[in-house]
């Protein structure tokens, strides 16, 4: 099973990007998807998800600037980033069941 993770970049204050990871080997349908973030230093913060049925959770600090999504076809889940501000920078994680993307570099800078 591979989690192929793309997307990140450097950006400015206020600028967008759009995370991508696509599983291979897996079907991840009927599996909750999601993206969590970590910093040096810090824990892995779990950023939002979506679930089998489209329902979704936004961690409190990036709701309404983040949306997630999912393409069942091709097995890929999405991340927008909107209003993207400095402690947004992270390395950006997928999640799918048991298995993890190789995590791809955000950085916002001020």
């Known amino acids: 099973v591979q989690m192929v993770t793309s997307g990140g970049a450097l950006v400015q204050t206020g600028g967008t990007l759009r995370l991508s990871c696509a599983a291979y080997?897996?079907?991840?349908?009927?599996?909750?998807m999601g993206w969590a973030r970590q910093v040096p230093g810090k824990g892995l913060e779990w950023v939002s998800a979506i679930y089998p049925d489209g329902s979704t959770y936004y961690s409190h600090s990036v709701k309404g600037r983040f949306t997630i999504s999912r393409d069942n076809a091709k097995n890929t889940v999405y991340l927008q980033m909107n209003s993207l501000k400095p402690e947004d920078t992270a390395v950006y994680y997928c999640n799918a069941w048991k298995y993890w993307g190789q995590g791809t570099q955000v950085t916002v800078s001020s």
């Open positions: 080997g897996f079907t991840s349908s009927t599996s909750p």
